[in-house]
Structure formats: structure tokens, C-alpha cells
């Protein structure tokens, strides 16, 4: 295991640039800092640096190790802070979900933050694939997604049902497979799934979404019914969606004979540190939505 005492200072060593300078930075003798350099080099048998007078230069095994070592040493510092400063109600909480949970849930979490002014909701409103590679990364602290994710070190909790709605203009009053064809469909990031999974469970004729007119397309959640409320076309959306749209009067969504929901999975990397805020938000989501 690398000596974190040893790498600190080899860092330092290819920040400052200069062995005298990096003795002073780390209150340390100019020799001191040759030897832990040294030893890094035996510890890992391979050479760091090349040395020219009173200058050097990295070699290839010294430019990777000060690359990957400035990230190790940062999350170090990370964890350190972390457990010196873990107050549930202190910090920033990193979270995703799609955008239709989000318009439900972002304002509850703000409900939260107006309580303890000193936490700090970060919500961002994501597809899912985008959401896992960010767990993956560790990016974020909590997530919400519509699809399990099937990563070995991301955990995933069903935590609720959210139903599938067809919308259309309020004028609209009944739905037929004429009508659907007539109207042209709008689509947005999640249709072709969202759409799929309803209209093949209550029309026998339904193959894709390829087989409505396309009458407009919208990637901005809160503006997607927009079209539909003006009579331009019809969409699928799940039920929050459909409920935060500015101007509910002007739509009607329609909860056709066989129903169909989208699980709601709460996930979190399984290897990130786990901080009493993330707890203390993650039991809020929780009690909200379940």
C-alpha cells in the first residue's frame, strides 16, 4: 500500500516545482523531502523522476502516479472533512431523478432546505443512463430513476409506483385509435418508452410511436404538454408530469382501461462515503413518496 505520508509529498514536490521550496511548503528539510521520494521509488520500484542539477522531470510512471495520486489524496481529504464536519443538517446533498418525480419532489426538498438553511439541495433533472453514470462516478450522493440499475456497486430500492397518463387538449373527451391517429403525437426524451409501454397494453393496433404524425417534439419537461393543451397533438407522461403543468384546465389526461406504472427506484453508490445529511434527506425522500 502506497505511503499517503510519502505520496503528499511527491505531489507537493511536482506542484511547487522546486525541492527547496517544497522542504519549506511542508515544513520539512530539503533532504528530508529527497529521502521520502526516494523511498516512494523503492516502496514501488520504479523511477519517479529524472533528475538534472538542481531541476527534474517527471517520468512516465511519475507523471501517472502524480495524476492518480492527486485524486486519492483529494479524496483523503474528502473523507477527512467529511467526518469532521458530519451534521445532518450541514452540507451539500448531490441528487438526480427524471424530470417528471422532480417536479414533485424538488419543491419538497427546498421545503426542507427553507427548514436548515445550512444544507444545500442540488437536484438535477437527468435521463436515466446519465443518472447511473454519475452514481458510477460518484457525482452524486442520492438518485431517483425510473429503470433498476443493474451496477454491482450501485444499490437500488423500489420506493413507488408512478402511473403512466395519455394527455391530450381538454376539448378531447374520449380516446379512441382514430382519434390518437388524427391527433399527431408530441414527443419528448422518455415517449417512445412512456408511450410504448401504455398504448401496447390498450390497443391491439399500436406497434410504435412511428406511427402517429409527428406534430412537435420538446425536451423541457414543465413545457411538453404546452402543444398538447393548444390541440396540437396527444403524449404520454407519467402522472406527476401531468399534474405540474402550469395550465391544468387546458388538458386532460386520460387513465385508459389497462393500467400501467413506472417503478421509482432510490439509489446510491455503494462505495461512497455516506454522510448523515445524505442519511437525514434520504429518510425525507422516503416518507414523501412512500
Same mark, same amino acid.
Given at each position: 500500500?502506497?505511503?499517503?505520508?510519502?505520496?503528499?509529498?511527491?505531489?507537493?514536490?511536482?506542484? @511547487? !516545482?522546486?525541492?527547496?521550496?517544497?522542504?519549506?511548503?511542508?515544513?520539512?528539510?530539503?533532504?528530508? @523531502?529527497? *529521502?521520502? @521520494?526516494?523511498?516512494?521509488? $523503492?516502496?514501488?520500484?520504479?523511477?519517479?523522476?529524472?533528475?538534472?542539477?538542481?531541476?527534474?522531470?517527471?517520468?512516465?510512471?511519475?507523471?501517472?502516479?502524480?495524476?492518480?495520486?492527486?485524486?486519492?489524496?483529494?479524496?483523503c481529504?474528502? =473523507?477527512?472533512?467529511?467526518?469532521?464536519?458530519?451534521?445532518?443538517?450541514?452540507?451539500?446533498?448531490?441528487? &438526480? %431523478?427524471?424530470?417528471?418525480?422532480?417536479?414533485?419532489?424538488?419543491?419538497?426538498?427546498?421545503?426542507?432546505? *427553507?427548514?436548515?438553511?445550512?444544507?444545500? =439541495?442540488?437536484?438535477?433533472?437527468?435521463?436515466?443512463?446519465?443518472?447511473?453514470?454519475?452514481?458510477?462516478?460518484?457525482?452524486?450522493?442520492?438518485?431517483?430513476?425510473?429503470? *433498476?440499475? %443493474?451496477?454491482?456497486?450501485?444499490? %437500488?430500492?423500489?420506493? &413507488?409506483?408512478?402511473p403512466?397518463?395519455?394527455?391530450?387538449?381538454?376539448? =378531447?373527451?374520449?380516446?379512441?385509435?382514430?382519434?390518437?391517429?388524427?391527433?399527431?403525437?408530441? !414527443?419528448?426524451?422518455?415517449?417512445?418508452?412512456?408511450?410504448?409501454?401504455?398504448?401496447?397494453?390498450?390497443?391491439?393496433?399500436?406497434?410504435?410511436?412511428?406511427?402517429?404524425?409527428?406534430?412537435?417534439?420538446?425536451?423541457?419537461? %414543465?413545457?411538453?404538454?404546452?402543444?398538447?393543451?393548444?390541440?396540437? !397533438?396527444?403524449?404520454?407522461?407519467?402522472?406527476?408530469?401531468?399534474?405540474?403543468?402550469?395550465?391544468?384546465? $387546458?388538458?386532460?389526461?386520460?387513465q385508459?382501461?389497462?393500467?400501467?406504472?413506472?417503478?421509482?427506484?432510490?439509489? *446510491?453508490?455503494?462505495? &461512497?462515503?455516506?454522510?448523515k445529511r445524505?442519511?437525514? @434527506?434520504?429518510?425525507?425522500?422516503?416518507?414523501?413518496?412512500?
Amino acid at each position: 500500500m502506497i505511503n499517503l505520508v510519502w505520496l503528499k509529498t511527491f505531489c507537493t514536490l511536482v506542484d @511547487v !516545482g522546486h525541492f527547496t521550496k517544497t522542504a519549506e511548503q511542508l515544513f520539512m528539510t530539503q533532504s528530508g @523531502v529527497s *529521502q521520502q @521520494v526516494k523511498k516512494l521509488e $523503492q516502496q514501488l520500484k520504479t523511477t519517479l523522476l529524472i533528475r538534472e542539477g538542481k531541476t527534474f522531470s517527471l517520468t512516465e510512471a511519475g507523471l501517472k502516479l502524480y495524476q492518480q495520486g492527486q485524486h486519492l489524496l483529494g479524496r483523503c481529504a474528502e =473523507i477527512e472533512k467529511s467526518l469532521l464536519l458530519d451534521d445532518p443538517y450541514i452540507g451539500a446533498v448531490k441528487m &438526480a %431523478s427524471p424530470g417528471s418525480i422532480g417536479l414533485k419532489l424538488y419543491p419538497h426538498l427546498l421545503n426542507l432546505q *427553507q427548514q436548515y438553511n445550512a444544507l444545500a =439541495i442540488d437536484y438535477r433533472f437527468a435521463p436515466n443512463k446519465s443518472i447511473e453514470q454519475d452514481l458510477l462516478a460518484r457525482q452524486l450522493d442520492l438518485a431517483i430513476v425510473t429503470e *433498476q440499475i %443493474s451496477a454491482e456497486n450501485i444499490s %437500488s430500492e423500489k420506493i &413507488a409506483e408512478e402511473p403512466l397518463v395519455l394527455v391530450t387538449a381538454n376539448k =378531447i373527451k374520449t380516446i379512441t385509435w382514430s382519434t390518437l391517429t388524427t391527433l399527431g403525437f408530441i !414527443g419528448h426524451p422518455d415517449a417512445p418508452h412512456h408511450a410504448g409501454a401504455l398504448l401496447s397494453k390498450n390497443f391491439a393496433e399500436f406497434e410504435h410511436v412511428k406511427q402517429f404524425k409527428a406534430q412537435g417534439f420538446c425536451n423541457q419537461i %414543465s413545457l411538453i404538454l404546452e402543444p398538447v393543451s393548444r390541440g396540437l !397533438g396527444f403524449t404520454v407522461l407519467p402522472l406527476h408530469a401531468a399534474k405540474a403543468f402550469a395550465k391544468p384546465e $387546458q388538458i386532460r389526461w386520460h387513465q385508459l382501461p389497462q393500467a400501467v406504472h413506472e417503478n421509482l427506484y432510490l439509489c *446510491q453508490n455503494r462505495l &461512497a462515503f455516506t454522510s448523515k445529511r445524505k442519511q437525514f @434527506v434520504k429518510s425525507a425522500i422516503m416518507d414523501f413518496i412512500t
